[in-house]
Structures are given as structure tokens and as C-alpha cells.
């Protein structure tokens, strides 16, 4: 049975939104230096004359001052905040928004191994508005609500290619920060949260999978407590006829965890603008984005974000067996059997 953490977490990844948002110590600012090197590495680039955004890789685009800022930034994601956010990259003033996707891709390749995020095996996810959802669906290519939750991987980045016309405003927390707090008020529920719980594949299970995969909401393994918070999947797991009911507590503890990062000054928000890239450690943190609505006639104002999903398995937390599967990124391809 997994182990389940009692007491409070500390340390730097465990913080209030109220306590960023007066200051922008999770805020890098890029300057001149910075697009330089971004320049020299799209010239190398060019010279290799590589044939798509995917063949380039770690050594295919040399960073030599950057560097210094991609140590920074997972010294930031993997021992501070858990949070990010880098900020002044002049898209459509100095590069191309072509440009500016490989710029971002390259520093991901720096910062990790690129997985695929669905089961199609996309490596850069397109954030935007493609229409309503079906119930049982990923919600990111709509204009809705997402609600708290996290990503399978160890980081995801997102670069604001256009922000929306309104609403679509960010919200991260702490993961460990609500832990903290369930340890303080409810106690009770804390095997609940370490619980392997059959979760919702929606609509992207890998072939031979029934649908459905088992994993906890908290873990706490290695001597670090990781999250991975999607309520709504293990919710709509129950559409399929083998799969227990949720009980009455289980579910009260669910609506009870799901309000928490609602609570003021919990989580720290902001709006993602044209050139701004926000990087989050997913085992830190939670993080949501509020519905939206895009200017139909306007492109400009039309929300469109590129996400990356950016794994650390050498280098990155010590991890349960259930949260390490994901290390490889979305399955695409290879066939799974059914969950014990």
C-alpha cells in the first residue's frame, strides 16, 4: 500500500499566490543578449538546413549565453516555485512567428526530452479555440474553463503566440500548499488523495487499454511528495460499467480538494501575453485557465498558445510507478494492457 504523507510539506515550492503577485521573482525578463543568442542559433540552424521543426536538437541549436538562464530556470522548476515565466521574446517585431516556435523549441530541447502530448503523438500542442467538446474529451483546443489539474509530465511550457480578446487568464498553485491544507482541515482524507484511483483516458486511450488507467491524486515516494490532480478524470471513469462508484466520502473529498486553489490568494494569476513562456513543474503545481472569448474578426486577438511537454527522467523527482509511466509522454502507439 503506498505510503501516505501525515505531515506538512515545506520548502520552496510550497507558496501563496497572494505572497507572488507582490513581487515577479517567478518573472525572467529576456533582453538583448538573450535574442542575440537566439539569433546566432536560428543562423545555425539555417546553415544545417534542416527540413522540420522535430530534427532539430539539443546541439542543433547552441545556446552559449542562454545557458546560464536555462540552469536558472530548472533550478527554479525543480528546487524553487515550481513556476516560471519568461518574459519579452518581441514576436512579430524581431522574429517570425516561425522563429519564434523554433527559439521555443530549442530551449525545450535544452530543458528536456519532448514527448508526445496526445495520442496522436503531437509534440507541439496548438492551444486554441477549435470548438466545443464532447463530454468525455480533452478540453484544451475549446474556449472553456479547464479547471485545476495537471499535465502528464515532468514540465509544460506554453508561449502566448496571441492573446485573446477577453478572459483565458492563468491561474497556477501549490500543490503541496493544498496538501498542507487537507493535512490542517481534513485529515481524514489524506488515503484518499494517495488512493490509485481508475482514471478517464478521454477518448485517448492507447490501443488495448479499456478506456481507463489507475493513478493517485498525491504520492508521496522517494521522500517527495508529487501531485497529479485530475478529479474530473477519475469522476467521468465512472461511464464505464466495471469501473467502481466512487464513494460518498471519496467524492465529498473530491469537492472539497477541487475548491481549495479557488480560495482567495491561493493561486497566483496572470495574463499571458505575445511573447511570454511559462514553464511549470506539474508535480509542484496545479494550474487552470478561465474561459475566453476570441475577436472573430480579428487575428490578433484571437487566443492561440504552442504547448510542450518536456520530461526530466534522468534528472528530475523521484517518482511512483504510476506518475513515471508518463515520462515517455502520451502512448501513441504501443498497445497496453488492462489495468490491474
Not at 501516505?4 to 525578463?29: M, N
Not at 477541487?258 to 511549470?280: C, E, F, H, I, N
Request: with cysteine; hydrophobic share 40%.
Amino acid at each position: 500500500m503506498a505510503e501516505v504523507l501525515t505531515e506538512p510539506v515545506a520548502g520552496a515550492s510550497v507558496w501563496r499566490g497572494d505572497d507572488l503577485g507582490a513581487d515577479d521573482r517567478w518573472i525572467i525578463h529576456l533582453g538583448e543578449d538573450d535574442f542575440a543568442d537566439f539569433e546566432r542559433a536560428l543562423a545555425h540552424v539555417s546553415a544545417k538546413k534542416l527540413r522540420t521543426l522535430t530534427e532539430i536538437g539539443a546541439a542543433d541549436f547552441p545556446l552559449p549565453h542562454f545557458s546560464a538562464r536555462i540552469d536558472d530556470i530548472l533550478d527554479r522548476l525543480e528546487r524553487g516555485l515550481g513556476l516560471v515565466l519568461l518574459r519579452g521574446l518581441p514576436i512579430y517585431d524581431r522574429f517570425t512567428e516561425d522563429e519564434a516556435t523554433a527559439i521555443y523549441w530549442g530551449i525545450g530541447r535544452h530543458i528536456g526530452d519532448l514527448v508526445p502530448q496526445n495520442r496522436a503523438g503531437d509534440l507541439v500542442g496548438q492551444i486554441r479555440d477549435l470548438g466545443r467538446r464532447g463530454p468525455y474529451e480533452r478540453a484544451y483546443a475549446t474556449n472553456e474553463d479547464l479547471g485545476f489539474h495537471t499535465d502528464s509530465t515532468d514540465i509544460v511550457g506554453l508561449m502566448c503566440l496571441r492573446p485573446a480578446l477577453y478572459g483565458g487568464d492563468s491561474f497556477v498553485a501549490s500543490s503541496g500548499l493544498l496538501y498542507n491544507i487537507v493535512v490542517q482541515e481534513h485529515p481524514e482524507y489524506l488515503p484518499i488523495l494517495s488512493k490509485n484511483f481508475p482514471t478517464d483516458w478521454r477518448s485517448e486511450e492507447p490501443p488495448g487499454s479499456p478506456g481507463w488507467y489507475l493513478e493517485p491524486l498525491y504520492s508521496y515516494f522517494g521522500g517527495a511528495l508529487s501531485a497529479t490532480v485530475r478529479t474530473g478524470r477519475a469522476m467521468s471513469a465512472m461511464r464505464f460499467p466495471e469501473v467502481p462508484r466512487l464513494t460518498a466520502d471519496e467524492v465529498s473529498c473530491f469537492m472539497y480538494f477541487d475548491s481549495l486553489a479557488k480560495r482567495p490568494g491561493v493561486a497566483l494569476g496572470m495574463r499571458l501575453q505575445t511573447g511570454d513562456v511559462q514553464y511549470l513543474n506539474n508535480f509542484v503545481t496545479v494550474h487552470t485557465r478561465t474561459a475566453f472569448a476570441d475577436d472573430p474578426d480579428d487575428p490578433a486577438h484571437q487566443r492561440h498558445l504552442l504547448r510542450l511537454w518536456m520530461s526530466r527522467p534522468e534528472t528530475g523527482r523521484p517518482l511512483c510507478p504510476e506518475y513515471a509511466v508518463w515520462r515517455g509522454g502520451y502512448p501513441t502507439q504501443t498497445a497496453v494492457s488492462e489495468p490491474g
